[in-house]
């Protein structure tokens, strides 16, 4: 038999289109190459580094209390939840287990930036799609929250708070009822967001079934968080890691998404926002119950002395004077610290070699991953879906391009 | 120390036994001290074994430690299926190439740019091995140590002809670098 072929000759009509690195919806300075076949999706390519600020190679000529400020800075929407990887990977590194009080208090600081976090994702998600309402009310409440941030540490965004060994001041007087006071409003301020957006039709429409993740991309792509139990695996480091970081004493649900698309992980933030709540209620009746049993002896190895003790006493003025200078001195070896930041997990890996800085601090941002596997998720999508992904992933470029 | 980390280390003392560097584990992790050129063997080996399943690549970063064997990557990976998490190095050949493992996990595209970008630690096999992070045109590899932390350029708007322009830095006082740590032995700490 005859081996013969046909050709056939036709146009290639895909085209290159630049988006960003200023456009509104990239939220941030994200640059992407778009290759299009009409309204279609071919190929996309990110260009990131556009705010690298060189935050890694800082942390190798800082000793730890003046690296911390630095992971405020990363992620600047859940800004105590990086505060406390850094600070559990130097702990971990001295092998240094901090008290149950500040265990928990912990933990409700963590919560109340991923009530503050969500918020900031779902609705800005919302006004990329076309819906500004909750957008509005949404920071009226974020307002609340950051109130609550400056009276624990004085300043609205990079508190600076969580410390290696423990807190950088103690809790104000009377936190705990305010926190309580916000705690019974703030479900039915969720209740109003998603009566605006849960059956909104043009919501739904541009929601429902774009940007379908599945187990396998997820697994391979490195994804975590709320895109991974969007595709219905229900891994949270809070769960997994509870006996690490003091959530086995809590009761946490885990939602997970059956489709694994936007409307998923949409849901998927609002419950995690009332399990939060949750969450803090019974931290804040813990406080109520027991707060008066524990005592705080802090290792002033990690944690200066007060300034009272200092006046008073030779060895602290000793501790003072060092902590001060030299830092804290970080034994040889490597530790891991991390943490279900609200877009995933968030590590921190040290690698120190007997001195107060470390030879190198690797950051480990969820964000990065999740824009990496915008190739995948986006392909074959239309141009109109492109905010909606790009919204459903929660970037942040401070975390992004570090 | 659980049961599984036991078993994990028995397993592998028996089957790369004559492969593995050192083992070392702690309370919450374990690190596998592995040569470079058995990597990618003992990376399918850890996702697809169906008693590891390691799925998931979640961090790989390098270090430089200025000392005779320089560089050291290290893999973070974890078991979904017996939530474990586990970490991997490998010590980089001096001739700075190393196997990529993009066709085991693809999770690692965009790392591996970065200590390309950051290190200039070749990997072979990539196939798209472009900077990723640092400036278009940038030259040289921040992360190394005897790369100095303020740079060698900076950018600058310049307001006569009107453009965004790169010039050597000039810094009026030299970076002061103040190295505190003490004389005495710190072994007590702890």
Same mark, same amino acid.
């Given at each position: 038999?005859?081996?013969?072929?046909?050709?056939?000759?036709?146009?290639?009509?895909?085209?290159? /289109?630049?988006?960003?690195?200023?456009?509104?919806?990239?939220?941030?300075?994200?640059?992407?190459?778009?290759?299009?076949?009409?309204?279609? @999706?071919?190929?996309?390519?990110?260009?990131?580094?556009?705010?690298?600020?060189?935050?890694?190679?800082?942390?190798?000529?800082?000793?730890?209390?003046?690296?911390?400020?630095?992971?405020?800075?990363?992620?600047?929407?859940?800004?105590?939840?990086?505060?406390?990887?850094?600070?559990?990977?130097?702990?971990?590194?001295?092998?240094?287990?901090?008290?149950?009080?500040?265990?928990?208090?912990?933990? @409700?600081?963590?919560?109340? *930036?991923?009530?503050?976090?969500?918020?900031?994702?779902?609705?800005?998600?919302?006004?990329?799609?076309?819906?500004?309402?909750? $957008?509005?009310?949404?920071?009226?409440?974020?307002?609340?929250?950051?109130?609550?941030?400056?009276?624990?540490?004085?300043?609205?965004?990079?508190?600076?708070?969580?410390?290696?060994?423990?807190?950088?001041?103690?809790?104000?007087?009377?936190?705990?009822?305010?926190?309580?006071? $916000?705690?019974?409003?703030?479900?039915?301020?969720?209740?109003?967001?998603?009566?605006? /957006?849960?059956?909104?039709?043009?919501?739904?429409?541009?929601?429902?079934?774009?940007?379908?993740?599945?187990?396998?991309?997820?697994?391979?792509?490195? $994804?975590?968080?709320?895109?991974?139990?969007?595709?219905?695996?229900?891994?949270?480091?809070?769960? @997994?890691?509870?006996?690490?970081?003091?959530?086995?004493?809590?009761?946490?649900?885990?939602?997970?998404?059956?489709?694994?698309?936007?409307?998923?992980?949409?849901?998927?933030?609002?419950?995690?926002?009332?399990?939060? =709540?949750?969450?803090?209620?019974?931290? =804040?009746?813990?406080?109520?119950?027991?707060?008066?049993?524990? *005592?705080?002896?802090?290792?002033?190895?990690?944690?200066?002395?007060?300034?009272?003790?200092?006046?008073?006493?030779?060895?602290?003025?000793?501790?003072?004077?060092?902590?001060? *200078?030299?830092?804290?001195?970080?034994?040889?070896?490597?530790?891991?610290?991390?943490?279900?930041?609200?877009?995933?997990?968030?590590?921190?890996?040290?690698?120190?070699?007997?001195?107060? /800085?470390?030879?190198? =601090?690797?950051?480990?941002?969820?964000?990065?991953?999740?824009?990496?596997? /915008?190739?995948?998720?986006?392909?074959?999508?239309?141009?109109?879906?492109?905010?909606?992904?790009?919204?459903?992933?929660?970037? @942040?470029?401070?975390?992004?391009?570090? | 120390?659980?049961?599984?980390?036991?078993?994990?280390?028995?397993?592998?003392?028996?089957? &790369?036994?004559?492969?593995?560097?050192?083992?070392?584990?702690?309370?919450?992790? &374990?690190?596998?001290?592995?040569?470079?050129?058995?990597?990618?063997? #003992?990376?399918?080996?850890?996702?697809?074994?169906?008693?590891?399943?390691?799925?998931?690549?979640?961090?790989?970063?390098?270090?430089?430690?200025?000392?005779?064997?320089?560089?050291?990557?290290?893999?973070?990976?974890?078991? #979904?299926?017996?939530?474990?998490?586990?970490?991997?190095?490998?010590?980089?050949?001096?001739?700075?190439?190393?196997?990529?493992?993009?066709? #085991?996990?693809?999770?690692?595209?965009?790392?591996?740019?970065?200590?390309?970008?950051?290190?200039?630690?070749?990997?072979?096999?990539?196939?798209?091995?472009?900077?990723?992070?640092?400036?278009?045109?940038?030259?040289?590899?921040?992360?190394?140590?005897?790369?100095?932390?303020?740079?060698?350029?900076?950018?600058?708007?310049?307001?006569?002809?009107?453009?965004?322009?790169?010039?050597?830095?000039?810094?009026?006082?030299?970076?002061?670098?103040?190295?505190?740590?003490?004389?005495?032995?710190?072994?007590?700490?702890?």
């Amino acid at each position: 038999m005859k081996y013969s072929k046909q050709y056939k000759s036709f146009k290639v009509k895909n085209f290159l /289109l630049n988006f960003g690195p200023q456009h509104p919806a990239a939220h941030g300075v994200l640059r992407l190459i778009l290759e299009l076949d009409g309204e279609l @999706v071919i190929k996309t390519e990110a260009h990131i580094g556009l705010l690298h600020r060189g935050t890694e190679k800082l942390i190798e000529y800082k000793n730890t209390l003046q690296a911390l400020p630095y992971f405020d800075r990363l992620d600047y929407v859940s800004m105590m939840v990086q505060e406390y990887a850094f600070s559990k990977a130097v702990e971990n590194l001295l092998g240094y287990s901090i008290n149950i009080f500040d265990i928990i208090l912990r933990i @409700v600081l963590i919560e109340i *930036t991923r009530i503050l976090n969500h918020l900031l994702a779902i609705t800005t998600h919302a006004l990329d799609v076309g819906a500004m309402t909750p $957008f509005l009310w949404a920071f009226e409440e974020r307002e609340k929250l950051m109130f609550f941030y400056e009276r624990l540490s004085g300043a609205r965004l990079h508190a600076a708070l969580i410390r290696p060994g423990g807190f950088t001041r103690s809790i104000p007087l009377g936190f705990f009822e305010e926190l309580k006071q $916000f705690l019974i409003q703030f479900p039915s301020r969720i209740d109003e967001i998603e009566d605006l /957006l849960n059956k909104n039709r043009i919501w739904y429409q541009r929601l429902y079934n774009i940007g379908i993740v599945n187990l396998k991309d997820a697994f391979s792509y490195g $994804f975590t968080g709320v895109l991974l139990r969007g595709s219905g695996l229900a891994w949270d480091l809070r769960d @997994v890691e509870s006996n690490q970081n003091g959530y086995d004493l809590f009761n946490l649900t885990i939602p997970i998404g059956s489709v694994g698309d936007c409307y998923d992980r949409y849901l998927i933030r609002l419950y995690e926002m009332r399990s939060s =709540c949750l969450l803090l209620n019974d931290a =804040c009746s813990f406080f109520f119950k027991d707060s008066d049993k524990f *005592t705080k002896i802090y290792d002033h190895k990690l944690m200066p002395p007060s300034r009272n003790m200092m006046k008073n006493s030779m060895e602290s003025l000793i501790h003072h004077f060092k902590f001060y *200078t030299e830092g804290v001195f970080l034994p040889a070896g490597f530790s891991y610290g991390s943490i279900e930041a609200p877009k995933g997990e968030f590590g921190v890996s040290l690698i120190s070699t007997d001195d107060s /800085l470390p030879i190198r =601090c690797s950051i480990r941002s969820p964000g990065f991953f999740h824009l990496q596997g /915008l190739d995948c998720l986006l392909k074959s999508h239309l141009i109109a879906d492109l905010t909606t992904i790009i919204g459903t992933l929660d970037l @942040v470029f401070g975390e992004i391009d570090r | 120390m659980n049961s599984f980390s036991l078993r994990l280390q028995s397993l592998f003392i028996k089957v &790369f036994g004559n492969k593995l560097r050192a083992v070392f584990f702690g309370d919450n992790f &374990f690190l596998l001290d592995v040569n470079s050129r058995d990597l990618k063997l #003992i990376c399918f080996f850890l996702k697809n074994f169906s008693f590891f399943k390691f799925d998931s690549l979640i961090n790989l970063f390098s270090t430089d430690s200025m000392g005779i064997g320089r560089y050291f990557l290290y893999y973070n990976l974890i078991s #979904i299926k017996n939530k474990f998490r586990m970490f991997i190095r490998t010590l980089v050949p001096s001739s700075m190439i190393i196997t990529s493992i993009i066709n #085991i996990y693809p999770g690692c595209n965009w790392l591996e740019r970065e200590i390309w970008d950051f290190f200039g630690i070749f990997f072979y096999e990539h196939g798209d091995l472009r900077r990723i992070l640092t400036d278009y045109g940038f030259e040289g590899f921040p992360l190394r140590k005897n790369f100095p932390l303020t740079g060698f350029f900076e950018v600058l708007y310049d307001i006569e002809i009107k453009a965004v322009i790169y010039t050597f830095l000039e810094v009026t006082q030299e970076l002061r670098f103040y190295k505190f740590t003490s004389p005495w032995d710190r072994s007590f700490f702890h």
